[in-house]
């Protein structure tokens, strides 16, 4: 018997500007628990939307939403967020709050001891690889953008969620970095079991990063499945999408010496 998904949107439909604009089309997804998806489209695709319908930060106009086979409407809205880590493209930390207080915000909200949240900010800095002593009472406009988007993360694994929300969270980075850390972040997913939908426009990413994509264009989902079984979709779109990276790595074999040297 097959396990029900952890997350399983069902006919989700979305529109805003009074029904003129059509976010999110008739979209049933299921994501399993442990899985990594990706959902990959340009702006307007309804991706980041269907995103944020999920942990409620905006309320669906028809279909259904389910986490851990309930209802998200039955759920309240605070409660709910709290148990779904979020990360958002720039960090979205607390500009004047310490790294450890940006951290530790969650756990406080839901009463957690001092001690314990202390130990737990040294846990998650030590995860995505920040020196303790070196960053605990930094600002976040004393760090980088990798170290911001690093401490992102850290709050959003800091109150031990079984799900995180991820948009567009390596975008914003110089591409060593951005490397570098969606290759921790897919570890720290192994290590931890947890199951991960990250928004991106970048196939490339997507392929790379995830275990199954998504890809969506004006609302609609066009379609599904491993990167490999991505060629199958006769959809032009998901096909130009999936040229892209082959395109790219064409042209770096021409480019670069088959050596590797510079």
Do not use: C, W
């Amino acid at each position: 018997m097959q396990e029900a998904p952890l997350i399983a949107f069902a006919h989700v439909g979305k529109s805003f500007d009074g029904g003129r604009v059509r976010a999110v089309d008739d979209v049933t997804l299921d994501v399993a628990e442990g899985e990594f998806l990706a959902i990959v489209g340009g702006s307007g695709s309804g991706k980041t939307t269907l995103l944020r319908l999920a942990n409620r930060l905006i309320d669906a106009d028809s279909g259904s939403i389910a986490i851990a086979g309930e209802d998200v409407r039955a759920v309240d809205p605070v409660s709910l967020r709290r148990r779904i880590g979020y990360v958002f493209q720039s960090g979205g930390l607390f500009p004047h709050m310490s790294v450890a207080d940006n951290v530790g915000i969650t756990p406080t909200l839901i009463g957690t001891s001092a001690a314990e949240i202390s130990s737990r900010v040294d846990e998650l800095l030590d995860l995505v690889r920040l020196e303790r002593a070196q960053f605990r009472d930094r600002l976040p406009h004393e760090l980088s953008g990798g170290q911001r988007q690093r401490v992102g993360v850290a709050r959003a694994l800091a109150a031990r969620p079984r799900i995180v929300l991820m948009d567009e969270p390596f975008g914003a980075l110089d591409p060593l970095t951005r490397d570098a850390l969606g290759d921790d972040y897919r570890a720290l997913h192994n290590t931890l079991g947890l199951t991960t939908v990250m928004i991106t426009h970048d196939m490339t990413e997507a392929i790379l990063l995830a275990d199954r994509v998504a890809v969506m264009r004006a609302g609609i989902l066009l379609a599904q499945g491993k990167p490999s079984e991505l060629s199958d979709s006769d959809d032009p779109y998901v096909g130009e999408l999936l040229r892209t990276p082959r395109r790219q790595a064409e042209r770096l074999n021409v480019l670069l010496p088959r050596n590797g040297a510079a």
